[in-house]
T-cell receptor, first 116, second 117 residues
Framework: AQKITQTQPGMFVQEKEAVTLDCTYD???????LFWYKQPSSGEMIFLIY??????QNATEGRYSLNFQKARKSANLVISASQLGDSAMYFC?????????????FGTGTRLQVFP | GAVVSQHPSRVICKSGTSVKIECRSL??????MFWYRQFPKQSLMLMAT?????????EQGVEKDKFLINHASLTLSTLTVTSAHPEDSSFYIC?????????????FGQGTRLTVV
């Protein structure tokens, strides 16, 4: 069964510094997608970045980049130039293509706190 | 990005009553909607997947008679928590997407914080 692991319950970073949030996954499906979402205290889930299993390059979206290491089954999120507004919960999620379903499996999340 | 609207954002109800939560896709046709439950400081747990015009598929351990899901149109799905009890208090959040777009994210509603007293 597919599984997503986020081993960092909490992370601290100083404003303007970069931070890496870890995510490892387990799947036997060769085709899958990996997502990162941000959840501020208000509760909504904000999509940040997507990486497909067949994508040759690491995904980037503005200050967000995904360090995709397929052999290690890791998909770490890198946030550059952290801002105070980045303080939130961050969830890694996976979708398997062959399951014939679009459901996402989420990790347990990492709480990021950015301090001045 | 696409907009998914969830209503209400907060609801308090008495034990034993039923509560309906709506999830609407405002600018796209959502062939599939997902309902998640999130306990404080925990991750999102998928409760069920609903496809327009068909019965919802519930995850293991989720009581289908307690959590009634209706997806009658391409823009609306509802979750009804029947005979609510304090242990049903939680954050419920829906997401919606169009079938087949594997490389696109599911768009989430704002969530509903349910408190049963």
């Amino acid at each position: 069964a597919q599984k997503i692991t986020q081993t960092q319950p909490g992370m601290f970073v100083q404003e303007k510094e970069a931070v890496t949030l870890d995510c490892t996954y387990d799947t036997s499906d060769p085709s899958y997608g990996l997502f990162w979402y941000k959840q501020p205290s208000s509760g909504e889930m904000i999509f940040l970045i997507y990486q497909g299993s067949y994508d040759q390059q690491n995904a980037t979206e503005g200050r967000y980049s995904l360090n995709f290491q397929k052999a290690r089954k890791s998909a770490n999120l890198v946030i550059s130039a952290s801002q105070l507004g980045d303080s939130a919960m961050y969830f890694c999620a996976m979708r398997e293509a062959s399951m014939n379903t679009d459901k996402l499996i989420f990790g347990t999340g990492t709480r990021l706190q950015v301090f001045p | 990005g696409a907009v998914v609207s969830q209503h209400p954002s907060r609801v308090i109800c008495k034990s034993g009553t039923s509560v309906k939560i709506e999830c609407r896709s405002l600018d796209f046709q959502a062939t599939t909607m997902f309902w998640y439950r999130q306990f404080p400081k925990q991750s999102l747990m998928l409760m069920a997947t609903s496809n327009e015009g068909s019965k919802a598929t519930y995850e293991q351990g989720v009581e289908k008679d307690k959590f009634l899901i209706n997806h009658a149109s391409l823009t609306l799905s509802t979750l009804t928590v029947t005979s609510a009890h304090p242990e049903d208090s939680s954050f419920y959040i829906c997401s919606a997407k169009t079938w087949g777009q594997q490389n696109t994210e599911a768009f989430f509603g704002q969530g509903t914080r349910l408190t049963v007293v």
